[in-house]
């Protein structure tokens, strides 16, 4: 079992649609790191949070220490937020990042 | 503030061919990260300096792969010789690092990444 799990591994959905991505992780984390990459782009830092949620224009990540679990919402969605979004931790007190494998997001117009 | 500046942004070679790519971080940014990213796969860390110290390189096929930061600025990773499977995207990133707990969650930042085709 990966110690960073995500899901949806794809997910399509209609312009103006609310979005949930989720990622679960296993280990002890100082961090969580949500990432965009579009397609042939680089990665790009979308959130980095510790405890309770961030909100960034139409997007929101909110983090459960407790329950090991953060989410990644967007809303009003749109074309352009169509990329894989990917969700890495920070394990706990060390410089060890560990990544998710990623959600493949399509928003159709 | 320039971003995280890698090259060449693409290559192709044959099998058993050697490959370099260079990578420069944010200036001021103690720690970089190697990276290799298999199609439809999430990133899988090769290699982590900070400064001019290796820091993790457990997942980093030493027989073929090779990196070094001599300086603890830019730094290059060596393929020799590739293989079919090493056809991926190479990414860096930087991170400001530096000592305490506090350094442990600085902000990441990726370049463009170099796509390696393996033939």
């Known amino acids: 079992k990966n110690e960073v799990e995500q899901s949806p591994q794809n997910l399509t959905a209609q312009e103006g649609e609310f979005i949930t991505i989720n990622c679960s992780y296993s280990?002890?984390?100082?961090?969580l790191h949500w990432l965009q990459q579009h397609p042939g782009g680089g990665i790009v830092s979308l959130f980095m949070l510790s405890s309770g949620k961030k909100k960034h224009g139409r997007l929101i990540a909110t983090i459960n220490i407790q329950e090991k679990h953060s989410s990644l919402h967007i809303t009003a969605s749109h074309p352009r937020d169509s990329a894989v979004y990917i969700c890495?931790?920070?394990?706990?007190?060390?410089?060890?990042?560990?990544f998710g494998s990623g959600t493949r997001l399509l928003v159709r117009p | 503030e320039a971003g995280v500046a890698q090259s060449p942004r693409y290559k192709i070679i044959e099998k058993r061919q050697s490959v370099a790519f260079w990578c420069n971080p944010i200036?001021?940014?103690?720690?970089l990260y190697w990276y290799q990213q298999i199609l439809g796969q999430g990133p899988k860390l090769l290699i982590q300096f900070q400064n001019n110290g290796v820091v993790d390189d457990s997942q980093l096929p030493k027989d073929r792969f090779s990196a070094e930061r001599l300086k603890g600025v830019d730094s290059t990773l060596k393929i020799q010789p590739a293989k079919l499977e090493d056809s991926a995207v190479y990414l860096c990133?930087?991170?400001?690092?530096?000592?305490?707990?506090?350094?442990?969650?600085?902000?990441?930042?990726f370049g463009n990444g170099t796509r390696l085709t393996v033939t």
């Open positions: 200036s001021g940014h103690a720690t």
């Open positions: 280990v002890g984390i100082s961090a």
């Open positions: 890495a931790v920070r394990v706990d007190s060390s410089y060890k990042l560990i």
């Open positions: 990133a930087s991170s400001l690092g530096g000592t305490g707990l506090s350094s442990y969650n600085s902000p990441l930042h």
